[in-house]
């Protein structure tokens, strides 16, 4: 590295399978990377990546039992921004998206933008790509609604019953500590009263979990809502809850469409009907 060379950073997404969902641009940033820092807990991930850069240094030390995920989203990214402000060409490598529910990477970026440096992010498969898949569910088909499932309980939102549903990190319901250990069937209790108003506990939903490894099956767990207090929930489980009411249409909307289709139609036909000036002459 010469004097004058600069300092960035990537954040790649090596996918939610190992070594199959990596695409080769973000392989490509590893392997020519001076530093890779690797965000995922998986030792077999970190050995894989070790293959392919043998600069690769683990965050997930810092990490606490009684530590708060803030300080050490805070603590990642000052360890990232310190490199890069080193001149080194830095990557850091996620689970699935970069930029799907990894606060440390979107902050990674604008510190080191702010600081002058270059910063970019390149997409990755995500645990959302993989579930539209393994489930078999279209979100176009009806709409879909996203919600990290803590802030979904700790905000007023409106829920459209008529679209499907998904709830991330249920495994964390209720957890106001911002620490790394699963909440308990209390707060999942308030999360289903809160479902209830919207939602029969009758109806059927999914615990989706996407496969991390080759000869691994996905978790595609049905169940009667109501069946979640008793069901095993994991960090990284996902509550999938397809629409229960169907689609109710906007018939006034349809109606003041269908005018502007007409005039539009009309105008098309006026248009049709209008003779050029230069054949006018012809006529003539």
């Known amino acids: 590295m010469t004097a004058t060379t600069k300092g960035s950073l ?14 080769p641009i973000s392989r490509s940033h590893i392997e020519n990377a001076d530093i890779v820092f690797s965000a995922m ?50 990557v850091a ?12 990477a979107h902050q990674a970026i604008e510190q080191t933008r702010a600081l002058g440096f270059d910063a970019t992010m390149v997409p ?16 176009g088909k009806q709409g879909c ?5 803590s802030q979904f309980m700790l905000y007023q ?20 500590s911002m620490g790394i250990g699963t909440t308990g069937v209390a707060e999942r209790r ?25 000869l691994m099956q996905p978790r595609m767990e049905q169940l009667p809502l109501k069946a979640l207090l008793q069901a095993e929930i994991n960090q990284h489980t996902t509550l999938v809850i397809p629409p229960e009411k169907s689609l109710v249409p906007n018939i006034q909307m349809r ?11 009309n105008i098309s036909k006026q248009d049709n009907n209008v003779i050029p000036f230069n054949k006018r002459e012809k006529i003539q």
């Not at 030390?61 to 001149?87: C, F, P, W």
């Not at 490598?93 to 440390?104: D, I, N, Q, R």
């Not at 003041?256 to 289709?261: G, T």
């Open 10 to 23: 990537t954040c790649v997404g090596v996918g939610m399978m190992l070594g199959a969902h990596i695409c």
């Open 145 to 149: 609604q996203h919600y990290e499932t």
């Open 93 to 104: 490598a996620f689970y699935g998206h970069p930029g799907v529910f990894v606060k440390p």
């Open 124 to 139: 990755g498969i995500s645990a959302e790509a993989c579930l539209y898949a393994d489930l078999g569910m279209d979100p």
């Open 41 to 90: 807990s998986d030792g077999f991930v970190e050995k894989w990546l070790e293959q392919l850069n043998p600069n690769v240094h683990s965050l997930q030390s810092l990490y606490g039992k009684d530590k708060s995920r803030h300080k050490t989203y805070k603590e990642m990214v000052q360890t990232i921004v310190t490199a890069v402000q080193q001149n080194k060409k830095v």
């Open 255 to 265: 109606q003041r469409l269908k005018i502007l289709q007409q005039q539009a139609t």
């Open 157 to 176: 939102r409106r829920i459209d019953p008529s679209a499907m549903l998904v709830l991330w990190q249920i495994g964390l319901a209720g957890d106001l």
């Open 190 to 214: 308030l999360l289903l009263e809160l479902l209830a108003e919207d939602y029969s506990l009758e109806h059927n939903c999914w615990l989706y979990e996407a496969a991390t490894m080759p």
